[in-house]
């Protein structure tokens, strides 16, 4: 009896185990795809992970645009300040409905801090909000 209920138990905890994992790799999979945006600077790549509306912040500058005009912002953003190292991921994680990931942005014009947040709605992640501060 013992053993069926330590064999019950175990098979719950991997079937919770295999479950959150599960729930990670799409949520890894845009994380990744941002990290790669911003290191090659590609705003048409990071506009696919757009939500409707974006919120932006440059320098302390916030402005909520929708799609197509956060991707023309990103874009003029990109051109000028060219990447210089690219893009590292400092830290990421979740809270509530929200996936988040803090790094830094190496420019020809210097080193932003960069803050994504991203939404879950209908099992699907998009970006809402990202912030570059020098």
Do not use: C
């Not at 500058?61 to 051109?79: E, G, N």
């Amino acid at each position: 009896m013992k053993m069926l209920r330590y064999i019950a138990l175990l098979t719950f905890a991997l079937w919770i185990g295999v479950g959150e994992l599960a729930a990670q790799a799409p949520n890894n999979a845009v994380l990744n795809e941002a990290t790669e945006s911003l290191i090659y600077a590609d705003a048409n790549r990071i506009a696919r992970l757009f939500s409707q509306r974006v919120e932006i912040t440059i320098n302390g500058r916030s402005q909520l645009y929708d799609r197509t005009q956060a991707k023309l912002v990103i874009a003029r953003f990109f051109k000028e300040n060219p990447p210089v190292g690219g893009f590292t991921v400092k830290h990421k994680g979740n809270s509530g409905n929200t996936l988040y990931a803090l790094g830094t942005y190496r420019s020809a014009k210097g080193k932003y801090d960069v803050n994504l947040y991203f939404r879950f709605s209908n099992n699907n992640s998009r970006l809402s909000e990202i912030r570059f501060d020098m």
